[in-house]
């Protein structure tokens, strides 16, 4: 039982805490800050134009800062659209960093784009299996039966934090290998600025560990189900 709470107790720390860390490090640094000319917009358009990506479009959305690689569009929430902040143009520069990796064929992208769709519809598919999973067992009337059900269910919900480990090289890639250098060279960043836009950039990279923990919590929940 102790080792029980021990190991929930942990997982319950591995998936608030990435998040808490993000979430205060992106506000930290949000507020206006009238020595930045460019909004998380404009500054997203230099960026992609200084690249060549003039087709690549700059919109705002509701749904959470990314990249759409088949749409071709760059996408803020309002705040960091609108915003003349540091993580405005910091996580600006972050997606811009991802659709230079698929200008760029960046394989790693290209793979976490598939399984990423893969990783929705299979999910779907262990939620149905583990809500099904007492209905079957009261037609077959097996136990056995509802515990290969579950045990189903939980392997591919599982799947999901597969699919975000996976990611985490890529969104580091974006962040430093792409986003920061094209700061430094557009001048965008004053030098007191840099050591607060590299801990954004690696904030936003994090922000899929966190959902990777989340993930993981969902699973934890869904094996004391299975113990009960």
């Known amino acids: 039982m102790a080792i029980g709470i021990?190991?929930?107790l942990t997982i319950l720390a591995l998936a608030f805490i990435p998040q808490m860390w993000v979430r205060r490090v992106i506000a930290t640094h949000a507020g206006h800050r009238p020595d930045i000319p460019d909004?998380?917009?404009v500054a997203a358009r230099t960026l992609l134009d200084r690249m060549g990506l003039n087709s690549v479009k700059v919109e705002k959305t509701t749904l959470g800062d990314h990249?759409?690689?088949?749409?071709?569009?760059?996408?803020?929430?309002?705040?960091n659209h609108d915003?003349?902040?540091?993580s405005a143009i910091v996580i600006a520069a972050h997606e811009v960093g991802h659709a230079m990796q698929d200008a760029t064929g960046y394989g790693p992208l290209a793979a976490r784009t598939r399984l990423a769709k893969q990783a929705i519809r299979v999910e779907k598919?262990?939620?149905i299996v583990m809500l099904a999973a007492p209905i079957v067992v009261l037609l077959a009337k097996s136990p056995m039966l509802l515990v290969l059900e579950l045990l189903a269910g939980l392997f591919i919900m599982s799947f999901a934090i597969l699919i975000h480990a996976v990611t985490l090289p890529v969104e580091l890639d974006a962040s430093f290998r792409r986003a920061l250098p094209l700061l430094d060279?557009?001048?965008?960043?004053?030098?007191e600025d840099r050591p607060a836009a590299r801990q954004i950039?690696?904030?936003?990279a994090l922000t899929y560990v966190a959902a990777a923990a989340m993930s993981l919590l969902d699973v934890a929940r869904w094996l004391r189900v299975l113990r009960m």
């Open 39 to 41: 909004t998380g917009a």
């Open 185 to 191: 060279k557009a001048e965008m960043l004053k030098p």
């Open 83 to 86: 915003g003349h902040s540091l």
């Open 67 to 79: 990249y759409d690689p088949q749409a071709k569009v760059v996408r803020l929430l309002e705040a």
């Open 125 to 127: 598919i262990g939620v």
């Open 201 to 204: 950039l690696r904030a936003a």
């Open 6 to 8: 021990i190991v929930l």
